[in-house]
């Protein structure tokens, strides 16, 4: 067919509302409850870019609400980038379930084996976030220095990659079972630390795994600070207060989303 006839065919299907096969790539079939968090996915990515979790590396993925066997991950690439049409389904062993022939990240198996480990868990933050890299190295231990990373109470575990796949690992999560080794390091906590490569956060919805990814890299660069500043004598909250803030902080951190949500997006 010649171009004018092209052109009239391809208007002709508009205006039937079929769209050629060739259209520019449909969004994520998403509806009820996972429209909602697709969006809030795709905020997600752009708020932990805007405020240095992550930069060209770096995930942020949700269960689905629709089905908890199943979650949603952006395609692989870079965070700062994602929109809703990039965002994909994955199943609890890691397998893409409309990838439609796109690229998927690696380490899409820290996600699926938190969530088959934890029925817990909503969200999963995985960065390199650059402050927190020296206490995965030296085992310092990540401890919480004020009440905003509360949540890093009682403990901060460190996954030791070596113990699971060997001395010559390319340090990345890239199996099955250097996920669930992962999961079974995290237990119950919020944060974990993966020597040389960065941390895991979860939580129980997309915006306070934000919220912990960002204070987790804040608390990294404040606790450095204290250690040096009073020769390693620093106080911690205790177990008691971090709860009690941990309790506090988990009623606002809307206030803090819309902010940094603002920021990142703009009218977008
Ligand atoms: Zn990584």
Not at 36 to 54: S, T
Not at 123 to 137: K, L, N, Q, W
Request: negative net charge.
């Amino acid at each position: 067919m010649d171009l004018a006839r092209a052109a009239i065919f391809f208007c002709a299907l508009a205006v039937l509302g079929m769209a050629p096969a060739v259209a520019a790539e449909p969004a994520m079939n998403a509806s009820g409850p996972d429209a909602a968090l697709v969006e809030d996915l795709v905020a997600a990515n752009h708020i932990l870019y805007d405020q240095g979790v992550v930069d060209g590396f770096g995930h942020v993925s949700a269960r689905s609400a629709k089905d908890p066997s199943h979650f949603l991950l952006a395609r692989s690439m870079a965070p700062g980038l994602v929109t809703a049409a990039d965002i994909t389904e994955f199943d609890l062993d890691g397998n893409a379930i409309d990838a439609r022939g796109r690229a998927v990240y690696l380490e899409r198996f820290i996600h699926s084996a938190i969530y088959k480990a934890r029925p817990d868990v909503k969200a999963v933050v995985h960065s390199h976030s650059p402050s927190v890299i020296p206490f995965g190295a030296t085992g310092v231990p990540m401890r919480p220095i004020y009440h905003m990373s509360a949540f890093l109470a009682p403990e901060v575990p460190v996954f030791e990659i070596r113990d699971a796949g060997g001395d010559a690992t390319d340090m990345l999560i890239r199996t099955p079972a250097l996920g669930d080794a992962l999961a079974q390091t995290l237990g119950d906590a919020s944060v974990l630390l993966m020597r040389g490569h960065g941390d895991v956060v979860v939580a129980d919805n997309v915006k306070l795994a934000v919220f912990r990814a960002i204070y987790t890299e804040i608390n990294a660069r404040l606790e450095s600070d204290a250690l040096r500043l009073g020769n390693g004598r620093v106080v911690f909250l205790n177990d008691d207060e971090a709860a009690a803030a941990t309790k506090v902080n988990n009623g606002l951190v809307t206030r803090a989303w819309d902010l940094w949500k603002q920021k990142a997006m703009g009218a977008k």
